[in-house]
């Protein structure tokens, strides 16, 4: 445990920063852009690279690349070193192609992602943008596998701070947007050169990220080669183990599709309430689980690789209940002020320039939904990895199908019968049922895989936990009401007080009940942090 704190806790400092920052890029975002048509130009545009990579590389990485690796690093006569320049060179030159033709395909990506017209402006502005961001596929493929490899030497730190770069980069070419663009958040007076400056100022911040990532492979004494030798490059059992993951991030990135695809179309029924609240919502969702949850994981699944390889599967099923009390244990109580405060948090951020606060308070209003997704997504992911572990990257496929395929019936269902302004807080939704359904199955399965995960030790932490944040739910909730009934609404200043009193006070009411209740894990947080003040 001490261990897994140490590690995860270097990572969750630099994803930390990475998401603060990251909260800054879309707070600047919206402020120059807004969340109406351009903003879901733009952040159409956003996802499709990403979508791309998952489909090429990041989901591969985690489940496939990083086992064999490991593997190579045990095994091979030089620890795997030319194993990963061959890794590093082949990935290089695909990801360059991928990237030029991607350009080349920028109508067609952005038509497959979104409902718009294809003579509409919408469609225009969003397939300049796409032609501005997709030439960082390559740069933030080969930032990946330099990732990977320290992840491997147990090197956590730049991969973590590394984003942090990249946001603030992006960061300077809103402001600059802001300050010298003459389209504002108006769709109609955006000009080539605004559109250049918010693509390829996107680019450049990938750029510098990836820069960093390689400056910190050559400190661990990485010497990169380039190594054509492709027969040496285990295509083959790459291809055969990573087949089935690729397969999970299609059917995933199916679901995506049809995600954007709704949320187009509701956007273009109620301006505001389309692509931009989906995305922005769904980042501020991810942000407990990017901190902690891939904290956790990414020290987590190389250890986990390394006890399945030489049979030590108790060790496998302690690694497992460990990983997934320390991330519940944060969890449970951020999920419930999520549900609480999801407009309190969304307005300091997204409530100005072009964006009003109606349209902040409706991207917290979509947080609020998301809140009920958090703890079954973190431990589906964690459950994920349990198969990758063993090698096993067909049956993850499966459950991913099931996921998805009960995500889209019920987004399909709930937006037919949702008003248009209720369609992304149904999307919500639809989401949260299909990863609670998901976890269900996935836990069914990887407990038979490794005959038992603990399940009733961890259901009494959870419980305990869930019993423990109840206090900090109620003071949230009470300072919503007395905020909201004695100030009048949720401008910014009286969010903060909210945010103050319901999250900064709820969450030490957490950790006080908690430490009550001798849940070890929120001890154990608890007095690292305090022997780290102390220093």
């Known amino acids: ?36 048509a351009l903003g879901d130009s733009y952040n159409a545009a956003y996802a ?16 496939v690349v990083v086992p064999m690796i490991v593997r190579a690093q045990q095994h091979d006569p030089d620890r795997g070193r030319a194993y990963e320049q061959r890794l590093l060179t082949l990935s290089t030159a695909a990801l360059i192609v991928v990237a030029a033709l991607a350009v080349l395909v920028a109508p067609l990506l952005i038509d497959l992602y979104t409902d718009w017209d294809r003579g509409s402006r919408e469609f225009e502005v969003a397939v300049t943008l796409a032609r501005f961001i997709l030439p960082q596929l390559a740069f933030f493929g080969i930032g990946s596998v330099a990732g990977a490899i320290l992840n491997t030497h147990d090197r956590y730190g730049a991969p973590m701070w590394a984003p942090v770069l990249n946001n603030v980069v992006q960061i300077g070419a809103f402001l600059l947007y802001a300050g010298l663009g003459t389209g504002g958040g108006d769709l109609a007076k955006v000009t080539d050169g605004d559109l250049a400056l918010l693509g390829l100022g996107t680019t450049a911040g990938i750029v510098a990220q990836s820069v960093v990532l390689i400056v910190a492979l050559r400190r661990v004494g990485f010497s990169f080669m380039p190594r054509f030798d492709l027969r040496n490059a285990r295509l083959g059992e790459m291809g055969r183990a990573g087949i089935w993951t690729i397969g999970y991030v299609v059917v995933t990135q199916l679901g995506f599709v049809l995600t954007t695809n709704l949320a187009s179309s509701a956007g273009n029924e109620v301006p505001g309430h389309g692509i931009s609240p989906y995305t922005l919502a769904f980042q501020l969702f991810q942000l407990p689980y990017g901190v902690i949850g891939v904290s956790v994981i990414t020290a987590m699944l190389p250890r986990m690789s390394r006890a399945v390889t030489e049979g030590r599967f108790d060790d496998v099923r302690t690694e497992f209940g460990s990983s997934v009390r320390l991330i519940c244990s944060v969890m449970v109580p951020v999920s419930l002020l999520l549900m609480v405060l999801g407009p309190a948090i969304t307005v ?4 100005h320039g072009a964006n009003s606060v109606a349209d902040a308070v409706y991207i917290g209003n979509v947080l609020q939904v998301y809140g009920l997704a958090l703890v079954p997504f973190a431990i589906f992911q964690l459950l994920l990895r349990v198969f990758y572990s063993f090698g096993d990257t067909r049956t993850p496929v499966y459950i991913g199908a099931g996921t998805t395929a009960v995500n889209a019936v019920f987004m399909v269902l709930l937006s037919a019968v949702l008003p248009a302004r209720y369609t992304v807080m149904g999307l919500a939704l639809a989401y949260a049922i299909a990863y609670a359904l998901g976890a269900v199955l996935a836990w069914t399965l990887a407990s038979r895989r490794v005959q038992g995960l603990g399940g009733w030790t961890v259901g009494m932490a959870l419980t305990r936990m869930y019993l423990s944040a109840l206090p900090t739910a109620v003071l949230a909730l009470a300072a919503v009401w007395v905020v909201t009934e004695a100030l009048d609404g949720l401008g910014f200043v009286n969010s903060l007080i909210v945010l103050a009193s319901g999250g900064g006070l709820g969450m030490l009411l957490y950790l006080g009940v908690a430490h009550r209740m001798r849940i070890p894990e929120v001890n154990s947080i608890v007095g690292m942090v305090a022997r780290r003040v102390g220093r």
């Open 348 to 351: 300091p951020i997204y409530g």
């Open 48 to 63: 499709i690279p990403y979508s791309i990579l998952d489909l090429l590389l990041l989901g591969v990485l985690s489940s």
């Open 1 to 36: 445990m001490s261990r897994m704190l140490r590690a995860s806790a270097i990572m969750a400092a630099g994803t930390m920063v990475s998401r603060v920052t990251g909260f800054v890029r879309s707070m600047v975002l919206a402020y120059a852009i807004g969340t109406a």
